[in-house]
C-alpha cells in the first residue's frame, strides 16, 4: 500500500478497485507527465450512491458525498493506470459538474467533497485548480461527476 493509500486508511477510507467504463472510453489516460481521469460518478461497490438532481430531489449533503466518492473513483482509476498513488506529484485540476435545477448556485460547496478529499489524500500536493459546473443532466441520471488531472513524479 501507498502513503497515500496509508493516509487515507486511517481515516478509514479504502481507494477502490477502477469503475468498469459505462460506454466506449478508458477510465485514465496518461499523456507524458500527466495523467487525465474520464468522468468518475458516484459508484459505490457497483451502484450509483444517488440520482437526481440538486435543487430538487437530492440533498446538497448527499451529493458532497458522491462527490467525495467520485473523487476516490478517480484515485482508483489513476491507481490501476500507475500502479501507486506516491507516483503523484501533484493533483493539477479538478472538473466537478452538478445536476442541478436553473436557480441551484451551490456547486462550490458540492465540489468540495471532491477537493477536500484530494487534499487529505495528498497534502499540499492535493491544492488544485478547480471549476465546478451546474448542468441539467447527468450520464445514468448521477447527481455528479469528478475529472481529475494529477502530475507524476518525473
Given amino acids: 500500500m501507498s502513503l497515500v493509500e496509508d493516509r487515507l486508511a486511517a481515516l478509514g477510507i479504502v481507494v477502490p478497485d477502477v469503475v468498469p467504463p459505462v460506454a466506449a472510453y478508458v477510465p485514465a ?87 477536500q478529499l484530494m487534499q487529505v489524500a495528498f497534502g499540499d500536493a492535493g491544492v488544485h485548480a478547480r471549476s465546478a459546473v451546474g448542468l441539467a443532466s447527468l450520464p445514468l441520471g448521477a447527481p455528479v461527476e469528478v475529472e481529475v488531472i494529477v502530475s507524476l513524479v518525473s
Avoid: H, W
Fill in 29 to 115: 489516460m496518461r499523456a507524458g507527465s500527466l495523467v487525465f481521469t474520464s468522468g468518475q460518478l458516484p459508484f459505490r461497490a457497483g451502484e450509483l450512491m444517488a440520482t437526481g438532481t440538486l435543487g430538487a430531489a437530492v440533498d446538497p449533503t448527499v451529493a458532497t458525498d458522491c462527490a467525495r466518492q467520485c473523487a476516490l473513483n478517480a484515485l482508483g482509476a489513476i491507481k490501476a493506470l500507475i500502479g501507486d498513488l506516491d507516483q503523484v506529484e501533484q493533483v493539477v485540476k479538478l472538473v466537478v459538474f452538478v445536476a442541478s435545477t436553473p436557480d441551484f448556485t451551490g456547486q462550490p460547496a458540492i465540489a468540495n467533497g471532491a477537493s
